[in-house]
């Protein structure tokens, strides 16, 4: 008789953690999509659950009142995410490549003084001023664009990446006649790939979640980034709820019972979250081994 093989108890456990750990992530998202399709009314009174209670996509009717508003902020936060994502790991990059360099004559000094700006700005009215007065780019798509390109932290994970790759593949190409140019574009971007790969999706996340650039500087509708949409919408619902409940008006009848003040807001979640959950599959396999080895060393 064959033997039965024997069960591998520590492996069995760590996969039974490994499964619940899991649960705990994706539990909370089902969560939020089951509650985006349920009814106002039902989910205040039943609570939230696996499944909706009463189906509903009123609050994604609302979200989508305005389609062409919607469409408009979906392009502008499109083109300036990609924009500022391939322009900012470029110029990062770039940054990045002389400071690995241990024979780089003012590393110390341009070392310092990028760390110097992760502890001190300028603060929010010199920079709206800067912005706005000097530099035009208020109400332009620009504001997006430029005044996010370089991040310190960013450049210093880059730079401690670059350090760890082998310095004797750089001289060789020098021997061979190649310039730091060809160097930096055929030989370090290659094989930097996962850090290429992990920078790019921190700052493509950093730029779609940003609703605040909007609210400081930008006027016109067409301008209105997503996020700072959906939080308009939800504002304006919001105000609508409150004033009806609180100061009714005589002789006129608003129902704002079904009004999804709650349910709104987990519309939105899948409204903003949508484009990165298709994208994010497409870094993972970098993101961990970027950021760990460049954090970690030096």
Request: proline share 5%.
């Amino acid at each position: 008789m064959a033997k039965k093989k024997k069960r591998n108890i520590p492996a069995v456990i760590i996969n039974i953690l490994f499964v619940l750990g899991s649960l705990m992530f994706i539990l909370p998202f089902v969560l939020i999509i089951s509650a985006s399709f349920t009814d106002e009314t039902a989910l205040l009174e039943n609570g939230y659950g696996l499944w909706p209670s009463v189906f509903s996509t009123e609050a994604y009717k609302y979200v989508f009142r305005t389609p062409q508003q919607l469409i408009d902020s979906y392009k502008v936060t499109i083109l300036y995410s990609a924009a500022a994502t391939f322009f900012g790991v470029v110029i990062m990059s770039m940054m990045a490549y002389p400071l690995s360099k241990p024979n780089y004559k003012y590393k110390k000094a341009v070392t310092f003084f990028i760390f110097f700006t992760m502890l001190f700005s300028g603060g929010l009215v010199p920079t709206y001023i800067w912005m706005t007065r000097y530099l035009h780019m208020g109400d332009t798509i620009w504001v997006y664009i430029l005044p996010f390109l370089v991040n310190a932290f960013h450049v210093i994970v880059i730079r401690t990446f670059f350090q760890g790759l082998p310095q004797s593949m750089s001289e060789a190409a020098k021997i061979d006649g190649a310039s730091e140019l060809q160097i930096f574009f055929r030989i370090v971007l290659p094989l930097s790939k996962p850090v290429i790969a992990t920078i790019s999706l921190l700052t493509l996340l950093a730029r779609w979640n940003d609703w605040n650039t909007a609210l400081i500087y930008i006027k016109s509708t067409q301008l209105y980034s997503l996020q700072y949409l959906l939080q308009k919408i939800l504002r304006e619902a919001e105000f609508v709820k409150g004033m009806a409940e609180s100061s009714p008006v005589a002789g006129i009848d608003l129902d704002v019972s079904n009004l999804p003040s709650t349910t709104i807001r987990f519309a939105m979640c899948m409204v903003a979250a949508g484009p990165m959950l298709v994208v994010f599959p497409f870094f993972q396999k970098y993101f961990a081994k970027g950021l760990t080895v460049g954090a970690v060393k030096g």
